[in-house]
């Protein structure tokens, strides 16, 4: 299996401009969970599904950013309108079934910059 | 805020067993212990989890104290490729990351 993937890798947009950043589980796992990372507040989960459904957003940290999972092999997170203070790695992990019992795995993440 | 107290750095010889140690004080009698590590710039890697008894991968051993107010992640032989930060997290359904312990190998 390549693992969880995730795109782009890099990301530079300008203030105000939409993000969307792409992620692929890997197959047969039912869990997804978006985290970002920045020096001030560490790694932070934003959102997680089952069975792409989400079941907690309480770490999104406003309106204006919105995650879903269409089908059980892809999902995006979007950012709209972007801000500077958005600029952070967001990573994107999955897993068999809730972390009590099993790993989390991790993508090697999308670093977006905000000018 | 995160369960757990872990040094901010420490460091270790190469070929020397690292010993990075963990407080969980407020553990619940259903959360479970988990390490993972992060080398720079990549995604956060799982190493190994426990809930009350002593486990042991390929990879390292966790040590949990019988009171499970405590623990101690084990790499048997450090390589200057386990230089990460190590992060000990405590939870049930999801994982809630601290600021870890920077672990750094030295030849």
């Known amino acids: 299996d390549a693992g969880v993937i995730q795109s782009p890798r890099h990301e530079v947009t300008e203030m105000g401009q939409e993000v969307t950043l792409r992620c692929k589980p890997i197959?047969?796992?039912?869990?997804l969970f978006w985290y970002r990372q920045t020096m001030m507040r560490g790694l932070e989960l934003l959102i997680y599904?089952?069975?792409?459904?989400?079941?907690?957003d309480s770490g999104m940290p406003e309106d204006r950013f919105s995650a879903k999972m269409p089908n059980a092999s892809f999902s995006t997170l979007k950012i709209q309108p972007s801000e500077p203070r958005d600029s952070a790695v967001y990573f994107c992990?999955?897993?068999?079934?809730?972390?009590?019992?099993?790993?989390?795995?991790f993508g090697p993440g999308t670093r977006l910059t905000v000018l | 805020d995160a369960k757990t107290t872990q040094p901010p750095s420490m460091d270790c010889a190469e070929g020397r067993a690292a010993n990075l140690p963990c407080n969980h004080s407020t553990i619940s009698g259903n959360e479970y212990v988990y390490w993972y590590r992060q080398i720079h710039s990549q995604g956060p890697q799982y190493i190994i989890h426990g809930l009350k008894n002593n486990e042991t991968n390929e990879m390292a051993s966790l040590i949990i104290t019988e009171d499970r107010k405590s623990s101690t992640l084990i790499l048997p032989h450090a390589t200057l490729r386990d230089t990460a930060v190590y992060y000990c997290i405590v939870g049930y359904s999801t994982l809630t990351f601290g600021k870890g312990t920077m672990l750094l190998v030295s030849p």
């Open positions: 992990a999955s897993s068999r079934t809730i972390p009590s019992t099993d790993t989390q795995y």
């Open positions: 599904f089952n069975n792409n459904v989400p079941i907690d």
């Open positions: 197959s047969g796992h039912d869990y």
